[in-house]
């Protein structure tokens, strides 16, 4: 006959809770201990480095070699208006940073542009016009009013002469 020993499983639960609090501090004194840790420095071999002291200058590297120097990616780039080329640079010419690569032109936009200028001087000569005819119009009130103002003085003076007469008579 088999005897129940109830204090057995109570020690095995008390072991189980022991074991698994100690397991748990450990993990978090190893993840605090690893977050404190500070990034390692990479490592290089020591035939690929060349020490030197860092100077301040242009960088040149000279390449020579045959052949013909070949785009990696060719890219076309539209044009928004139709064109022709007038001129272009011929290949191994030697170019700056502001050297024009193509001319092109468009006889359609030049037309258009010579267009513009023509209706500008057009409205130009127009302006001019009626600053004229402002100025002429301007003279002639001028002498409108003026000879309005000689018939009120004129007429002023009949008066006074009139105003006289009548007191004599």
Do not use: C, H, W
């Amino acid at each position: 006959m088999d005897i129940q020993r109830k204090d057995l499983a109570r020690k095995r639960k008390i072991r189980r809770v022991l074991y698994f609090a100690v397991a748990l501090l450990a993990m978090g004194a190893i993840t605090y201990g690893v977050s404190k840790l500070e990034p390692a420095a990479p490592t290089v071999e020591a035939s690929v480095v060349f020490p030197d002291t860092v100077e301040r200058g242009d960088m040149t590297i000279d390449v020579r070699g045959l052949g013909t120097l070949v785009p990696e990616e060719i890219v076309l780039i539209p044009a928004r208006d139709e064109g022709r080329v007038e001129r272009r640079l011929q290949a191994g010419m030697a170019v700056e940073p502001d050297t024009v690569l193509i001319e092109l032109s468009n006889p359609q936009l030049d037309q258009a542009v010579f267009d513009v200028q023509t209706e500008i001087e057009a409205a130009k000569a127009e302006y001019a016009d009626l600053e004229v005819q402002l100025e002429t119009q301007r003279l002639d009130q001028s002498a409108t009013a003026a000879q309005v103002r000689g018939e009120y003085e004129k007429a002023k003076a009949q008066y006074a002469v009139d105003k006289e007469l009548y007191s004599r008579a």
